[in-house]
């Protein structure tokens, strides 16, 4: 029960921190980033824009898998539920170390933040994996039998 609970709350701060960081990249890279933008050379733009895409890709997949949690949580669905690929985090979009020195402070402190928070996420995803037990065959093939009848 008391791992239940911290597991909880390990969740609900990082569903803040990852809606709070998705909601700074959003005004910064719609709004407040824009004269900084404008001020690199066409190619740095390009890239600039690439990764605002890719700061967005993280943090949508880390908001995702955090919902998949609280649905385990919350009893919507079974902690071997969220292990299929698709509720699975997967791989990040990986950020140019050349690309990441050419941006602006705040930029390359946003992306960082991303990378950051993707990365301890990851580690939580992967422990996930790790905790399960072995389901054998022969369950398998009776848990789909029950299923299908």
């Given at each position: 029960m008391i791992e239940l609970r911290v597991h909880r709350r390990l969740i609900d701060s990082l569903y803040v921190e990852a809606m709070l960081l998705a909601d700074e990249a959003r005004t910064y890279f719609d709004d407040g980033g824009r004269q900084e933008r404008e001020a690199l050379d066409p190619l740095s733009r390009v890239a600039f824009s690439c990764e605002a895409l890719k700061v967005t890709t993280r943090l949508m997949h880390v908001i995702a898998w955090?919902?998949?949690?609280?649905?385990?949580?919350?009893?919507?669905?079974?902690?071997?539920?969220?292990?299929?690929?698709?509720?699975?985090?997967?791989?990040?979009?990986?950020?140019?170390?050349?690309?990441?020195?050419?941006?602006?402070e705040q930029a390359q402190a946003l992306i960082g933040a991303s990378v950051e928070l993707f990365r301890r996420t990851a580690m939580l995803d992967d422990a996930q994996v790790e905790s399960l037990p072995a389901l054998s065959p022969a369950r398998s093939m009776l848990e789909r039998l029950e299923v299908a009848f």
């Open positions: 955090l919902l998949t949690q609280r649905a385990i949580d919350a009893g919507e669905m079974s902690q071997r539920d969220a292990l299929d690929p698709s509720r699975r985090l997967g791989a990040a979009p990986v950020t140019d170390a050349a690309a990441f020195a050419a941006m602006p």
